[in-house]
């Protein structure tokens, strides 16, 4: 849960922009299914498909994208759920681009958004990470002795 008096610290911060990294790339694939941005740089990555129908892949990028924005003030109010959640969608993220990948779309076209989401889940699986929302194991109170 939020913690008003909590400090931020530094692992969660860090979160939080690699949160905001990762709208980056589901933003710009979002940009490159509805054709506004060149759906094929053949000289750097190469082209996008997404199974003939752009569209659902550009609803899909724009939803992950807002979500990632959405995890972003959840990490920086130093809330669990935000924890929670960008692993989650951490990892809908890489499930999304190895579709593409599958699809017609080249590995080298998906690899910042393969490479970015990756980054995202390992840090968040750190055994530092979690423990920097302040969520330690509890234990159970002690039973009251029989009469």
Sequence with gaps: MTNPTMK???R???LAF???????PATWHMLQYL???PISIE????PVRFYGYDLGAAVLWALLG???LWVFRRLWAVDV?????VTVFSSLNLLLSGLAVVAPSTFQAMLPSLAVNALILVYCLLPGTK???GEEKTEPPPEPPLP
């Design 8 to 10: 931020r610290p530094f």
């Design 12 to 14: 969660v911060g860090l």
């Design 18 to 24: 690699l949160a905001l990294l990762g709208a980056l």
């Design 35 to 37: 054709h506004i941005l």
């Design 43 to 46: 000289t750097v990555l190469g």
């Design 66 to 68: 807002l979500i990632y």
């Design 81 to 85: 759920r935000g924890w929670l959640l």
């Design 131 to 133: 423990s920097a929302f």
